[in-house]
């Protein structure tokens, strides 16, 4: 086990640096002037040159390569064109508000998800079943914005349970749970409906099974027979999956934080989008391809707790 | 092949929404009560009413014309981006799957890293990258989209390239480009088919969210994304002016994705349990 903790972390290495390559070239894949675009076509052609030294893109590529790879190695993320300020202060300052709300929408996921898929594969075509895989496909569909604006709608508007813009940071523990509630119940919500999915197709698989088939002639307990052989045989691609579609739930929150107004990386990276500011840019590339690597990590780690096969190897 | 589908009655509804859905964009010029781009700047925000049937936006436009015009725009960028992707990853997909090797590990490499970025990320970057505008965004759509046809077309290559008759075709002396146009490529349609349905349903959701920041295509004309964007100050007092475009969007996500997952059913014989 421990073996395969220490590879998998070493594999933690190639991977970053495949994504932060990969977030380098995709920012410079500007059709034309990037400088020339940021600053727009009555700018000078002295305060462009001004612009393209600060970007380095008076450099060669590979030099601008390695100075990228430099910079992470020690933690800077540069500066932004716009503001001038480090980018890695903004983002320390609002990283904490994307993971809370990520990670609440991961966990109500899984949480409502697993068993109303489990349910749903059991009671197989059941009235049940009918509407859970009706609602799961429409919780596919709606785009998150959607989703959050008609909870929105709903509690804030109509109910005033929640306020409809609520302040988020430096307040009390109890504020933020508090708002916390309604952008995690719109990310959570998507993520139900697609692990619930996932969950209901994987127990039907492993339902199949002839070792489900030896369990319930020896005569156990329909219980005991779905604890110990189809929930546990149906962890694996569950966890697979749901961390698979994790990374999908980093995209969704950038809507949820924008609907509800909630600092975070996705204003920032709008922010970024609207100004053109290229630095800002790839710089919050990379702060997302650390957390994918990041999910990804902890997916492959947590196959160590679910199967036990790779625990012995 | 058809029989088994008519069978799933949630694969026949997403094909009967997405028929309607199509249908009333294409007809969209003929069916809107009203020019969805003229101000009446004296019946704005008016509520559901006779004379407007969803409701009026904050410049009095009529919000139903509004969602009928949108529709085609939506499914214009959706669709056309979908297109784009199979032309651009298929070929790759096949290409790499035939020639094995390190231009297939390369190749999928790419595709890997490329996959394991959020969809709507990507969206944003490339169309921050590559400007303004709905061919820049059908562009965009269309670049986060093709990985996936480069690997499902890599993996049925792979797979039939161990089917007999291709074999048998090299024998004959049939070269490289024959092969895989006239014996690979027509054993993938199927599965194309399946990917593409859900992937039309994503475009479209990735349109819907892109408009909404406000990177869309357009200014004036409509989207749903845009309808939305534009009626949520108004969330408190005319509420309509956002549930019914997202309404419109779900739906057509919704077709599109029903549509999808009963072709894919009708494919995967073991499924037929």
């Known amino acids: 086990m421990k073996r395969y903790i220490l590879y998998r972390l070493l594999l933690v290495i190639p991977s970053l640096w495949a994504v932060f390559t990969f977030a380098f070239v995709l920012v410079r894949i500007v059709p034309g002037d990037p400088a020339l675009a940021m600053l727009g076509d009555h700018a000078s052609q002295e305060a462009v040159q001004e612009l393209r030294i600060r970007m380095g893109l008076d450099r060669p590529l590979w030099q601008q390569y390695g100075a990228f790879l430099a910079e992470l190695a020690r933690g800077d993320l540069g500066r932004s064109l716009v503001t001038k300020r480090p980018i890695i202060t903004d983002v320390a300052q609002v990283l904490p508000y994307t993971v809370e709300l990520t990670f609440t929408g991961i966990l109500l996921g899984v949480v409502l998800g697993v068993p109303l898929g489990v349910l749903s594969a059991v009671k197989r075509n059941s009235a049940f079943d009918h509407m859970a895989r009706i609602v799961s496909l429409a919780g596919l569909s709606v785009p998150a914005f959607y989703l959050a604006i008609l909870l929105l709608l709903v509690f804030s508007v109509s109910l005033g349970w929640f306020p409809v813009i609520g302040p988020v940071s430096d307040t009390g523990l109890k504020v933020r749970l508090h708002n916390l509630v309604l952008p995690g119940l719109s990310l959570g919500l998507m993520m139900t409906a697609y692990v619930m999915r996932m969950t209901r197709s994987t127990v039907l698989q492993v339902l199949t099974h002839d070792y489900v088939r030896s369990a319930r002639a020896k005569g156990l307990a329909e219980m005991?027979?779905?604890?110990?052989?189809?929930?546990?045989?149906?962890?694996?691609?569950?966890?697979?999956?749901?961390?698979?579609?994790?990374?999908?739930?980093?995209?969704g929150s950038v809507m949820t934080e924008i609907v509800f107004n909630r600092p975070g990386l996705g204003k920032l990276i709008v922010g970024a989008m609207f100004q053109r500011d290229y630095a800002v840019l790839q710089s919050l590339l990379v702060v997302y391809a650390v957390v994918v690597v990041f999910i990804n990590l902890l997916t492959d780690l947590s196959y160590g707790i679910v199967d036990p096969r790779v625990r012995y190897e | 092949m058809w029989r088994a589908f008519t069978r799933d009655r949630a694969a026949v509804g997403g094909l009967i929404l997405t028929v309607l859905i199509v249908a009333s964009a294409i007809g969209a010029p003929v069916l809107a009560p009203a020019d969805p781009l003229e101000h009446h700047l004296g019946q704005r925000l008016e509520r559901p009413s006779r004379a407007y049937f969803l409701g009026s936006d904050g410049y009095g436009r009529d919000v139903l014309s509004r969602i009928l015009w949108g529709g085609r725009a939506s499914l214009l960028v959706g669709i056309s981006s979908v297109v784009l992707a199979i032309m651009i990853g298929v070929p790759m997909g096949v290409l790499a799957g035939y020639a094995r090797g390190r231009t297939d590990a390369w190749l999928m490499r790419v595709v890997d890293v490329f996959m394991s970025?959020?969809?709507?990320?990507?969206?944003?970057?490339?169309?921050?990258?590559?400007?303004?505008?709905?061919?820049?965004?059908?562009?965009?759509?269309?670049?986060?989209?093709?990985?996936?046809?480069?690997?499902?077309?890599r993996g049925s290559t792979l797979a039939i390239c161990g089917w007999e008759f291709v074999e048998a075709a090299r024998?004959?002396?049939?070269?490289?480009?024959?092969?895989?146009?006239?014996?690979?490529?027509?054993?993938?349609?199927?599965?194309?088919?399946?990917?593409?349905?859900?992937?039309?349903?994503?475009?479209?959701?990735?349109?819907?969210?892109?408009?909404?920041?406000?990177?869309?295509?357009?200014?004036?004309?409509?989207?749903?994304?845009?309808?939305?964007?534009?009626?949520?100050?108004?969330?408190?007092?005319?509420?309509?002016?956002?549930?019914?475009?997202?309404?419109?969007?779900?739906?057509?996500?919704?077709?599109?994705?029903?549509?999808?997952?009963?072709?894919?059913?009708?494919?995967?014989?073991?499924?037929?349990?």
């Open chain 1, 224 to 251: 005991r027979v779905l604890r110990r052989h189809v929930l546990t045989n149906s962890l694996i691609p569950i966890v697979t999956l749901v961390g698979l579609h994790a990374n999908y739930l980093v995209g």
């Open chain 2, 117 to 153: 970025f959020p969809t709507l990320i990507m969206g944003l970057v490339f169309v921050t990258v590559l400007g303004p505008g709905e061919r820049n965004l059908i562009m965009a759509i269309a670049l986060v989209l093709s990985p996936q046809f480069a690997r499902l077309a």
């Open chain 2, 171 to 273: 024998a004959i002396g049939a070269n490289d480009v024959r092969i895989m146009a006239r014996h690979i490529l027509p054993n993938i349609l199927g599965e194309l088919m399946v990917i593409a349905s859900l992937l039309v349903a994503t475009a479209i959701r990735i349109e819907a969210n892109l408009s909404f920041i406000g990177m869309g295509g357009s200014a004036e004309a409509p989207t749903w994304g845009n309808m939305a964007r534009e009626g949520i100050q108004f969330l408190g007092t005319a509420p309509w002016l956002t549930v019914y475009p997202g309404l419109a969007i779900l739906f057509a996500v919704l077709a599109f994705n029903l549509m999808g997952d009963g072709l894919r059913d009708v494919m995967d014989p073991r499924l037929h349990a």
